[in-house]
């Protein structure tokens, strides 16, 4: 999986933005945004939690035969794309306050089918539970590094745009490849994957700080959830590398 969406979807009057904004406007929105991203992930684990509850063994080896499976898994992923454009779409500021927050709801769904394979794998076939726990350490503590350098340098990334737009578009393209042809990405992509949402998470954080209204903190969350889970993605699939 790759995040290639570059632009901002959200774009606001100019005197609406968090960096024009007066402090308490500012330090409103930053509090709403990351309670949002904390009660989102909260969210996702507890999706994850009762999917693992009612979903039967059959149809957990159903899915991770899809993901492993070549074409059907390339079907998964244009329809996961196509529910993330929607979910964006509807929590755009715009939108009513219900429907801000039907997107991002319907955005943790979507991300809780697809994290269910993989997380299926390391507790039940590889028998590690440690694992995607490790890897939630490992994602919580860069994330956090980042987010800090990001608040404390104040920078405007958004110049980084066009590149990381260009890199998950090459990475998109060689993650269809390897289901079309059947090889495998292996270590070294994954390590890249981290290292490409590592910039995302930056550029993010800083389009947030930079070009996000006061009022959109359920789009804000939204984005950052992302880079979020899908650097545990990445992360968790190196260490399962390891394991295996």
């Not at 059907?72 to 801000?100: I, K, T």
């Not at 070009?211 to 959830?225: E, K, P």
Request: aromatic share 14%; with cysteine; proline share 3%.
């Amino acid at each position: 999986m790759s995040h290639i969406d570059q632009s901002n979807p959200y774009a606001v009057n100019l005197e609406n933005v968090v960096a024009h904004a007066p402090e308490n406007a500012r330090t409103a929105f930053i509090r709403r945004t990351y309670m949002h991203l904390t009660g989102a992930i909260l969210a996702l684990i507890g999706l994850e939690y009762v999917l693992f509850q009612v979903v039967p063994e059959e149809t957990m080896k159903g899915l991770v035969a899809t993901m492993t499976g070549g074409y059907g898994w390339l079907l998964v992923l244009v329809a996961f794309m196509a529910v993330s454009w929607v979910a964006r779409s509807w929590a755009n500021s715009g939108s009513s306050a219900p429907l801000q927050y039907a997107g991002l709801a319907l955005y943790i769904s979507a991300w809780g089918v697809m994290l269910l394979p993989i997380l299926w794998i390391c507790i039940v076939l590889l028998d590690d539970p440690k694992l995607p726990v490790t890897a939630a350490v490992i994602t919580g503590v860069a994330f956090a590094g980042l987010t800090v350098v990001a608040f404390v340098t104040k920078a405007d990334l958004s110049n980084w745009g066009r590149y990381l737009m260009m890199f998950g578009f090459v990475a998109m393209g060689v993650i269809v490849a390897g289901i079309v042809f059947g090889f495998s990405l292996g270590l070294w992509f994954s390590a890249l994957m981290v290292a490409l949402m590592c910039g995302y998470i930056l550029y993010d954080t800083s389009n947030v700080i930079h070009h996000f209204g006061v009022d959109q903190h359920v789009a804000a969350s939204l984005v950052l959830f992302a880079d979020v889970v899908m650097l545990f993605f990445y992360v968790l699939q190196i260490m399962m590398s390891f394991r295996r």
